[in-house]
């Protein structure tokens, strides 16, 4: 039997958890008070036991439900993962939603982790109050969302809004992705921390053995280095005209920018501002706004989502994991 509630659960009480590459970020709400939250290693030995983890969680707290987010994408049905690059362990094909029902006998609802961040800055953070907005998440990658009329887009397999993806520099650098010259291979954070590296090298200055993080290129920027500044200008104009081509599709002109290394975004600004400024006689000014929930966003929008709709409550006879 499966017992469907009959609407929204605005007070109800979740477990959100955002499954990155290093660290597992995880939230417990009751309606709009964060009861608890925290961050802890990913287990290294794959995707049950990274269930297994889950479920330890959810089984020390008083949770309706439990909502997931991941870097990567999900079966049709949004019960299962397909890709999921940055995580250890073979992702593909694996029943989540189901193994977590399992164990937990609670609800539970997968999402990629860009569309996480994206419901919770458009309910709770900066996207608050606004209704069309383009998403855009700077990691080590380049992750994005698209919210029209108020509600983030998924589409087949949890994928509308890949704007790390779109190709910025045709037959450049591989990406994780199998293609060439996606925008997060000149300007995610790991191509960022490359182009740096290479940099330092040529001038013979190198890096004393350390590895370099996009960090490193901010930092030097911000001091005064012309070449560091050299470099995040370009790459802003490549990331301002990616984003003037998505916001010409879409007839938006909001976006919100966060992630990890959104501070390289703030010293791409004015280059990313004169590539919108290009297009500006179609798209019209553009509001640039930065991310504000910080990096429980993904958690945070992974709990919204459990209480934003009706949930079906899993029953033993459902529970049969193949
Ligand atoms: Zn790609």
């Avoid at 590459?21 to 036991?49: F, M, S």
């Avoid at 000149?186 to 182009?195: D, K, N």
């Avoid at 290394?261 to 703030?266: C, K, L």
Wanted: proline residues 6%; hydrophobic residues 40%; contains cysteine.
């Amino acid at each position: 039997m499966v017992v469907t509630r009959g609407g929204p659960r605005p007070e109800g009480s979740a477990l959100g958890v955002d499954i990155g590459g290093t660290n597992i970020k995880w939230v417990h709400r009751a309606g709009t008070a964060v009861l608890a939250r925290g961050t802890l290693p990913t287990p290294a030995a794959g995707p049950a036991q990274v269930a297994a983890t889950i479920a330890e969680m959810a089984d020390e707290r008083t949770v309706e439900a439990i909502g997931v987010a991941l870097p990567g994408h999900l079966t049709r049905d949004l019960r299962s993962t397909t890709t999921v690059p940055n995580i250890d362990g073979d992702w593909q094909g694996f029943p989540l939603a189901d193994t977590l029902e399992h164990a937990t006998a609670k609800p539970v609802l997968l999402m990629n982790d860009a569309r996480a961040f994206a419901s919770a800055e458009l309910a709770l953070g900066s996207a608050r109050g606004h209704t069309d907005v383009v998403f855009m998440t700077m990691g080590t990658g380049i992750g994005g969302a698209i919210a029209l009329d108020g509600r983030v887009l998924r589409g087949p397999g949890d994928r509308i809004g890949e704007i790390g993806h779109m190709t910025a520099d045709p037959g450049g650098e591989p990406c994780g992705c199998g293609a060439r010259g996606c925008l997060e291979t000149v300007a995610g954070g790991r191509a960022l921390a490359a182009v740096w590296s290479r940099s330092l090298a040529s001038r013979g200055t190198g890096s004393q053995g350390r590895s370099l993080t996009p960090e490193d290129l901010v930092r030097a920027a911000r001091s005064g280095d012309a070449t560091a500044r050299g470099i995040l200008g370009s790459v802003g104009m490549v990331v301002g005209t990616v984003l003037g081509s998505v916001l010409a599709q879409l007839g938006v002109s909001t976006v919100v920018v966060g992630g990890g290394v959104a501070p390289a975004f703030d010293m791409m600004r004015p280059a990313v501002e004169s590539a919108l400024r290009d297009r500006r006689s179609l798209i019209g000014p553009v509001t640039l706004l930065a991310a504000e929930l910080g990096p429980y966003a993904g958690a945070t929008g992974a709990a919204l989502h459990t209480t934003a709709q009706p949930l079906a409550v899993p029953s033993t006879s459902q529970l049969s994991v193949n």
